[in-house]
């Protein structure tokens, strides 16, 4: 049984940082590629961060580049985000995903697996 499980969410003021965990069981990790998106209250679900297989890749959306970072540990089958200069439009629900290749994928077609979410809450 393939199981994603998020923590790391929580409240935090504009421009702090969080990072968010998700750790995989149940599938091999080390050839899927993972991501994360998010979904805002009222609003659809939408890409955040990507990394391929080995990390070698990645892609982030532009309303998150240069503030946040998707990274992996393949010998612990985690993935991380570190969320840096949090603002309040970064509120929402993260959910973390494996893909169904191992390449760094964008759509939300292109994962097979999801996790229950994390909720992150930026406060002024």
């Known amino acids: 049984q393939v199981q994603l499980v998020e923590s790391g969410g929580g409240l935090v003021q504009a421009g702090g940082s969080l990072r968010l965990s998700c750790v995989a069981s149940?599938?091999?990790?080390?050839?899927?590629?993972m991501g994360w998106f998010r979904q805002a209250p009222g609003k659809e679900r939408e890409f955040v961060a990507s990394i391929s297989w080995s990390g070698a890749n990645t892609d982030h959306a532009d309303s998150v580049k240069g503030r946040f970072t998707i990274s992996r540990d393949n010998a612990n089958n985690m993935v991380y985000l570190q969320m840096n200069s949090l603002k309040l439009e970064d509120t929402a629900i993260y959910y973390c995903?494996?893909?169904?290749?191992?390449?760094?994928?964008?759509?939300?077609?292109?994962?097979?697996?999801w996790g229950q979410g994390t909720q992150v809450t930026v406060s002024s």
């Open positions: 995903a494996s893909a169904r290749t191992g390449r760094s994928a964008t759509g939300q077609n292109e994962y097979r697996y």
């Open positions: 149940g599938l091999p990790f080390v050839i899927y590629a």
